[in-house]
């Protein structure tokens, strides 16, 4: 006679032998665990945020928006720029700052952040300290623009006038201790006469109120003021930087119109807060210096009159502790304050 095979059941196993089946069950599911969290957190998992901190229209708006587009399609998540501006650019890096250190949440700094750091003296962040340098994107020289309605037609006939009636003329900055401010207080210095300064959030709005006749006069960067100089609306009296601008070839430098120790262009670069994974900082930084030494981009830069940079991290640190050091030499050489 055949039997049967009796159908084994774990109330059958002694002991010893379940323990034994229930070990080898959890290995074989701990060995399939490192897989799942390391699929769950890839980066980027979803949209980063790129902070602007100012308000939209102005140039690091512009940088952040052209550099955004091209990162999404290199990421394969969107790039969301955020404006926050106020405060001199301080509000949108103290957000920064506070974020997440995980990579979803930037900041597209720029030199300003160097020279708030003297003229601020209760910020919650130490712009070193606080944040992860990933690349500088681009430096774009500043220039001296007034309207086209001021008589002037160049620097010397403006400080004439100035001197003149010093009551009637102001300049815009993107806040107080901005390249701006900076530039105008050293400006002023040097003509002799006293100049109102009007800070904005930003400049788009600084740019309408010099085309309205609101402020006398800016030292913003190239880029917003082109199209208006270009279009006879605005005139460029000098560029505060070293050297020309390939943008503006024909306008004099300060240092040629006759005002010494000017060089001071902006350049604007992408952080990340402190502690932000070093794989993270380093695939950033990778994407975004493709994307700003590709022919399209260059020639995008070209069209507004930045230079594309995308340097190493390393060298960006480099860059912000040489500022930090020599801008706080001027802004203590030049009183300036945030009143």
């Given at each position: 006679m055949t039997r049967l095979a009796t159908p084994h059941h774990p109330s059958s196993?002694?002991?010893?032998?379940?323990?034994?089946?229930?070990?080898?069950t959890l290995a074989v599911a701990a060995c399939a665990l490192p897989s799942?969290?390391?699929?769950?957190q890839a980066w980027p998992a979803k949209p980063v945020t790129l902070?602007?901190?100012?308000?939209?229209?102005?140039?690091?708006?512009v940088l952040a928006r052209a550099l955004g587009e091209k990162l999404s399609t290199a990421l394969g998540q969107p790039v969301i720029?955020?404006?926050?501006g106020g405060a001199g650019a301080t509000i949108g890096a103290d957000y920064v700052a506070k974020a997440p250190a995980d990579g979803y949440t930037l900041l597209m700094g720029a030199v300003h952040h160097t020279i708030a750091t003297s003229v601020y003296k209760k910020l919650s962040y130490d712009f070193q300290?606080?944040?992860a340098p990933i690349t500088t994107v681009a430096l774009v020289p500043n220039v001296l623009a007034i309207s086209a309605s001021t008589p002037a037609k160049d620097v010397k006939e403006l400080a004439a006038l100035i001197k003149a009636a010093p009551d009637k003329f102001s300049y815009g900055s993107n806040g107080a201790g901005t390249a701006q401010h900076l530039i105008g207080t050293q400006f002023s210095s040097q003509v002799g006469a006293p100049l109102l300064h009007v800070p904005y959030k930003g400049s788009g709005p600084l740019t309408t109120d010099l085309l309205g006749g609101q402020v006398s006069m800016s030292f913003d960067t190239v880029t917003p003021v082109l199209p208006h100089i270009k279009a006879g609306?605005?005139?460029a009296l000098a560029v505060t930087t070293?050297?020309?601008s390939s943008a503006l070839p024909d306008v004099p430098t300060l240092q040629e119109s006759g005002f010494a120790g000017f060089d001071i262009g902006t350049w604007f670069g992408v952080l990340a807060p402190a502690r932000t994974p070093a794989d993270v900082v380093a695939k950033l930084n990778a994407e975004m210096v493709k994307v700003?030494?590709?022919?399209?981009?260059?020639k995008r830069m070209q069209d507004i009159g930045a230079e594309p940079i995308g340097n190493t991290p390393a060298q960006m640190a480099e860059q912000i502790a040489a500022d930090t050091a020599r801008f706080s030499r001027l802004v203590a050489d030049n009183k300036i304050t945030t009143d």
């Open positions: 196993t002694p002991p010893a032998r379940r323990r034994l089946l229930a070990l080898a799942a969290p390391a699929h769950a902070v602007v901190p100012f308000a939209a229209g102005g140039t690091t708006d720029v955020e404006n926050r300290k606080s944040f609306k605005l005139r070293a050297k020309r700003i030494q590709s022919p399209d981009f260059k």
